[in-house]
Each structure stands twice: as C-alpha cells, then as structure tokens.
C-alpha cells in the first residue's frame, strides 16, 4: 500500500512512534501538532488518511473532523483518551471511520490504517463521486451534495454539472451541455442550456457562484 498519511497529533513522543510505523509499511507522512496546521495540511498534502488526536491545542480534533467532513470525504481514525468516548463520538456522527483507545499498539493503529484504506480503495470500483469544492456530484447514483447536504436536482441538470465538474476550469461550450441535457429535438437551444445553468445555480445556493459564465463561450465550474 502505498500513499500519505496525516498524522495530527501534539504529544511528540507518540507522534514519533506513529511516523516511524506509518513509513515502516510504506507510506509518506506529515504531521501536525495543532487543529489548525491539520487543516492547513489536510488541503496542501491532500492526504488519503488522516490520524487525528481528539485533545489537541487551539482546535480539537472533533472540530477538524467536523470540518474536513464539510468537504470531503478523506478517510479519518479518530485517537480518543478513553474507551467511553467512543460511544459519545460515533452518537455525534461525525463521519470518522474508525476509533481507536489510548493506549494503542502502533501495530494496531496500522491494522485499522490499512483496514480503512482497502475498504476506501475497494470502493472506487464503482465510480466515484467528482467533487469539485464544497459541490459533490455522483453519475451513478444521480446524487448531488454540496457542503454534505443533499440537493434534488433533474436528470438533466446533474448531467450537465457533471460534466462540468469532469474537469473543472474547463469552459464547456452550449453545444457540449445541450447534449448533456438530452435535448436532441430542434427547439432545445442554447436558451435551454442557459435556464438549466440557472436553475443549477439557484440549486448550488452559496456555492453558486462556482458556476461561472464565459461571455459568449460557454460556462465552467470554477476549481477549488
Ligand atoms: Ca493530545
């Protein structure tokens, strides 16, 4: 297996240990001792696990958790001080994927790590939601999400986003949405493409604004 870890953690001493058997079995790392530097690092490094501490300085791990779970869906093993902890974070829904006591063997934290990874990576078989900031589209179950929350939206409408979040940035044409949108008969025209871009819009709610216009082109959805 392979990958980066992101280990959130202030105790050096077990951030040490943590490191030295994440990298033993392959695997890059970074670090970081504060809620804050977590967060900073979860959007540079993009890593494909997260292993957050509960008790950290300035911001607790639940409220990183809680963040990173606003926008995606990076795999997170909670480390809780105490074993009836558990119970009180798995009631608050925070979306971790495992949990693990102090004091924990670095072997078993490792087993949990890969645990979770192979159950993450076995699911991309089926296709994968694109995401595209805080905007989460499935094509195959004909989901939208943004910010976690879920948005009805037409056929239509999640085709064309879809495409759209394909490559974001990219400045998809009329012509190109049209055919998203299943208008084969002659009326569907460009007028078409332009009330679905705006229904879209409305449906994105705060997040709208990632759909931009490009005059006299087309429209794109603008990268995170
Ligand atoms: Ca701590």
């Known amino acids: 297996m392979s990958g980066t870890i992101l280990i959130v953690e202030d105790e050096t001493r077990l951030a040490d240990v943590l490191e030295e058997y994440v990298r033993r079995e392959g695997f890059k790392t970074e ?3 504060t809620g804050t530097r977590a967060l900073e690092l979860w959007r540079a490094a993009a890593p494909d696990l997260i292993l957050l501490d509960l008790m950290l300085p300035e911001m607790d791990g639940l409220e990183v958790a809680r963040r990173v779970r606003a926008e995606s869906s990076t795999p997170i093993i909670m480390l809780t001080a105490r074993d009836d ?6 009631g608050l829904g925070l979306g971790a994927d495992d949990y ?5 063997s670095p072997r078993e934290v490792m087993a949990r790590v890969k645990a979770v990874l ?12 694109l995401r595209v900031g805080a905007i989460e589209v499935n094509l195959s179950s004909f989901e939208v999400h943004v910010a976690g929350e879920s948005v009805p939206m037409t056929t239509a409408e999640v085709r064309m986003l879809g495409l759209l979040a394909k490559e974001p940035s990219r400045v998809r044409l009329r012509a190109e949405l049209l055919e998203q949108s299943g208008g084969t008969d002659s009326y569907a025209d460009e007028r ?9 819009r409305k449906k994105l709610g705060l997040h709208g604004d990632l759909l931009e216009t490009v005059r006299g082109v ?7």
């Open 31 to 33: 670090r970081a001792r």
């Open 85 to 90: 902890e558990v119970d009180k974070l798995v």
């Open 100 to 104: 693990v006591v102090k004091p924990y």
């Open 118 to 129: 192979r159950r993450v990576q076995g699911a991309v078989v089926v296709p994968q939601a």
């Open 192 to 200: 078409t493409v332009d009330a679905h871009i705006k229904n879209i």
């Open 218 to 224: 087309g429209y794109r959805l603008r990268g995170a």
